[in-house]
Nanobody, 122 residues
C-alpha cells in the first residue's frame, strides 16, 4: 500500500504557472506508475497526465498537452506536475494517483491522494 500527499496548489492568474508535488510513502515508489487527475465543481474527475514507473514515458490529456509536464524523482518518492500557461478552465482539485499496473496510457489508479486546489483567475 502507498500513501500520497499533494502540495503546491493555490491561486494564480491566467497565463501563470504552478508546480504540484506528490510525495509517496509506503511501498517502493518505483513500482508504481503515477498519474494526476482533476475534478472541477460539478464535473467528473478526469485524467490529466501519467508517467511510467521509470519516468521514461509519459501521457497527457489533450486539454493539457504542451502546457503541463509530469515528472518523477524516484529517489525522493515524488511525482510533479508542472503547469504552465494556466487557463481559468484548469481550475479544479488536482489529485495524485498511483497504479500497481504498468500502463501509463490506460492509467488505472489504485491509490489516491487527498487533493490540492488550483484556482486560475481570469
Amino acid at each position: 500500500q502507498v500513501q500520497l500527499v499533494e502540495s503546491g496548489g493555490g491561486l494564480v492568474q491566467a497565463g501563470g504557472s504552478l508546480r504540484l508535488s506528490c510525495v509517496a510513502s509506503g511501498q517502493t515508489f518505483s513500482s508504481y506508475a503515477m498519474g494526476w487527475f482533476r475534478q472541477a465543481p460539478g464535473k467528473e474527475r478526469e485524467f490529466v497526465a501519467a508517467s511510467s514507473r521509470s519516468d521514461t514515458s509519459t501521457y497527457y490529456a489533450r486539454s493539457v498537452k504542451g502546457r503541463f509536464t509530469i515528472s518523477r524523482d524516484n529517489a525522493k518518492n515524488t511525482v510533479y506536475l508542472q503547469m504552465n500557461s494556466l487557463k481559468p478552465e484548469d481550475t479544479a482539485v488536482y489529485y495524485c494517483a498511483a497504479s500497481t499496473r504498468p500502463s501509463y496510457i490506460n492509467f488505472q489508479p489504485d491509490y489516491w491522494g487527498q487533493g490540492t486546489q488550483v484556482t486560475v483567475s481570469s
